[in-house]
């Protein structure tokens, strides 16, 4: 048991590591608010189109709900599910098109029961992701200026929660977690044409810290035999996280043709102490599903998130108000077949729109996304199962109007879960 809990520890300090040192995205729009912000889903539930409010156990393993931890009250067998994504981007703007990839570690969450109606979960899931980098060509009088945007860096989400189910039909959770992480903003301006003019550089490296409290609750009932819907709802609260950094201005010597920078000739303004609060919104979101037990479940989610309260240092950050809707199922045909191993596997399709928080030139960028997925199980003993789930999301983001960027991308994620007795002493007669 030591050796078990020993490589839990070494694993969850490996995935930190890289969650915090992976720049994990190229979009123009993670520039905006915290960068792009993940949701808190797991590939199951990203193969049904994100639906996890109403969430409980599908396809006959426990699995880890971080969307609402209500759900964590039906973890029976102690539970690790680890994962890893794909994004395969292209951007589009003005008859051009460019085509990005980037692949990372997704996330390493464990469940433990702690007793038949309530278990344990901690964890690590990606917050948000910041890369962008784009020049735009302006004229000041005759002099030409190329200005530079850069971003990258991303923030991460560690969490402790519980569940647990009064009587038969009302579940209760909470997450208490720790958003951290480190952003790098660069903004430059550069005279390609005059060898003799110095380009001048303000760089911002901010590092983030604090506390956030998510809570969820389900209630389940039959309305029909062999059938049981359940009702969900989970919010965060509003909290304030720390941001401590510095602010560079500096200037250099740019060569467009070598295209290579210098080193920073002179230090315009430095300031290593720059410190502010950042107050996170409040987000809710409503959930329900119909299921079959171990054969078939549909559900839908609508969530809500107060994005233009986002402030920073008491500026506000100029966000709009999100939501998103997403719609989805999954489909077991025989999880007791064992002559026709495609019987045992999950089928999963579903649907998603997201109005996002950004909205330029007074048009919204909104997103549109077609997921589907399969929970693969794997050879098993009396104690440990293991399943392999994949889910792929087709979608775009963006328009094309107002000399905006669209994207089209196509990401994969693939998910490791093993449910075990790990924590359960087994009797001998």
């Known amino acids: 048991m030591s050796k ?4 839990l520890i070494l694993v969850l300090v490996g995935v930190l590591g890289s969650l915090k040192a992976q720049n994990t995205t190229n ?6 608010g915290l960068g792009d912000i993940k949701p808190m889903l797991v590939p199951q539930q990203i193969g049904m189109g994100g ?6 156990k599908t396809g006959g393993y426990s699995m880890i709900n971080v969307a609402n931890p209500a759900a964590y009250s039906t973890i029976s067998l102690t539970t690790m599910d680890m994962g890893a994504s794909l994004d395969m981007r292209t951007l589009s703007k003005s008859g051009t098109s460019e085509k990005l990839t980037n692949g990372t570690l997704g996330h390493f969450l464990v469940g433990v029961p702690v007793n038949k109606r309530s ?3 901690f964890g690590l899931m990606p917050f948000s992701d910041l890369g962008y980098q784009y020049r735009m060509h302006t004229l000041v009088d005759t002099f030409k200026v190329d200005h ?4 990258e860096g991303g923030l991460s989400k560690a969490h402790v929660g519980y569940g647990y189910q009064f009587g038969k039909k009302l579940s209760l959770g909470f997450n208490l977690a720790y958003i951290f992480g480190n952003l790098k903003v660069r903004q430059s301006a550069e005279f390609p044409e005059d060898p003799y003019a110095l380009a001048t550089r303000t760089q911002s490296d901010k590092s983030l810290g604090g506390l956030n409290f998510q809570y969820g609750v389900q209630y389940t009932f039959n309305p029909a035999a062999k059938s049981i819907v359940t009702l969900g709802y989970s919010g965060a609260a509003s909290s304030r996280i720390k941001s401590s950094g510095s602010i560079t201005n500096y200037r250099y010597r740019y060569d467009a043709v070598a295209q290579v920078e210098s080193e920073p000739l002179d230090t315009l303004y430095y300031n290593p102490a720059a410190e502010s609060k950042i107050n996170l919104p409040i987000k809710q979101a409503l959930g329900i599903s119909i299921s079959r037990p171990d054969h078939w479940t549909v559900g839908a989610d609508f969530s809500f998130t107060k994005w233009s309260g986002l402030t920073d240092g008491g500026t506000n950050a100029g966000l709009k108000d999100a939501y998103s809707v997403s719609i989805g199922g999954q489909f077991t045909p025989d999880i007791t077949a064992v002559s026709n191993y495609f019987k045992l596997i999950d089928y999963s399709i579903g649907f998603r729109y997201d109005k996002t928080y950004i909205n330029i030139n007074n048009t919204p960028i909104n997103q549109y996304a077609l997921s589907f997925g399969m ?6 003993n009396r104690s440990t199962f293991y399943k392999i789930n994949l889910a792929g999301e087709l979608g775009k983001r963006g328009s094309l109007s107002n000399g905006l960027v669209k994207e089209n991308y196509l990401t994969i994620h693939l998910g490791f879960v093993i ?3 790990w924590f359960i002493k087994t009797k001998y007669d």
């Open 148 to 151: 530079l945007y850069s971003g």
């Open 4 to 7: 078990k809990i020993t490589y």
């Open 375 to 380: 929970g693969l199980p794997l050879p098993a």
């Open 51 to 56: 639906i996890a409010v109403g969430l409980r």
């Open 119 to 121: 278990a344990l979960t």
């Open 419 to 421: 449910n075990d007795r």
């Open 27 to 32: 979009s123009p729009y993670s520039q905006f």
